[in-house]
């Protein structure tokens, strides 16, 4: 990456794979190495959810069945904070984009502020471990029916996004299904950063 994610000059990344992966888990790793702050429109939307506001009250049952929240909304959620003081030298996003309208409003937010993204990590699991992981974790969405539909849900509208990265040279294939400090370990050399 020639750099372009040194510490000293920010980074925006971003932080694919399927329900389970271990994003969450990296993005706190990687974003304090970076300088930068981890956004999970996952840990946002169940914040929301918890404090019992307007957005989580529209969230909440979405969230609970293994759906996704409408592009729209998120679009909303994400503009606003990637318009924060905080992002100034930049952000990890953990769970964002999801979709390829998703991919493409993302886009379009970056174009307009003038920016573009330094690197896609996608984090690959085989499902068996996915669908074991969450179990353990036990979140209130952790049922092994909803998680299955995540895992559905996966499949259908996030992976495309896998091939649209790709195209755009910014992809970088991670091997998630190892301990969590070799994850992390990868993830600096992919971003050819020291850890
Ligand atoms: P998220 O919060 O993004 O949840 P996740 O994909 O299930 O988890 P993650 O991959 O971060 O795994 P974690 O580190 O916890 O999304 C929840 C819901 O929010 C979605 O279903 C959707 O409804 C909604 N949502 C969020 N973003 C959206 C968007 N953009 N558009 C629409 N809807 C959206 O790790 C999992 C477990 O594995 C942990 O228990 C961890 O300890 C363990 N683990 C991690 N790494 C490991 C390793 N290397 N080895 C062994 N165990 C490991």
């Known amino acids: 990456m020639g750099g372009a994610a040194e510490a000293s000059q920010g980074a925006r990344i971003v932080l694919l794979g399927p329900p389970g992966a271990g994003k969450g888990t990296q993005a706190q790793h990687l974003a304090e ?3 930068v ?3 999970s429109t996952g840990d946002m939307l ?3 959810v918890a ?3 307007g957005l989580g009250r ?3 049952s979405v969230m609970a069945s293994g759906a996704l929240v409408d592009d729209s ?7 606003e904070r990637v318009a924060q003081p905080d992002t100034i030298r930049g952000y990890l996003l953990d769970g964002y984009p999801r979709t390829l309208s998703q991919a493409e409003t993302l886009a ?3 174009d307009d502020a003038g920016q573009a993204l330094d690197a896609v990590l996608f984090v690959d699991v085989p499902e068996d471990e996915l669908v074991r992981r969450a179990l353990l974790r036990g979140r209130g969405d952790d049922k ?8 559905r849900v996966y499949r259908e509208k996030t992976e495309p996004l896998i091939g649209y990265y790709r195209e755009r040279g910014l992809l970088r294939e991670i091997d998630g299904n190892r301990p969590v400090e070799d994850v992390t370990s990868r993830m600096f050399a992919s971003l050819g950063v020291a850890g």
């Open 33 to 35: 190495r970076l300088g």
């Open 51 to 53: 404090a019992g506001s």
């Open 73 to 79: 909304l998120m679009a909303e959620v994400v503009r």
């Open 144 to 151: 092994e029916e909803v998680i299955r539909e995540r895992l």
């Open 46 to 48: 169940r914040a929301a």
């Open 37 to 39: 702050p981890a956004i």
């Open 108 to 110: 379009g937010i970056l």
């Open 58 to 60: 529209r969230v909440d």
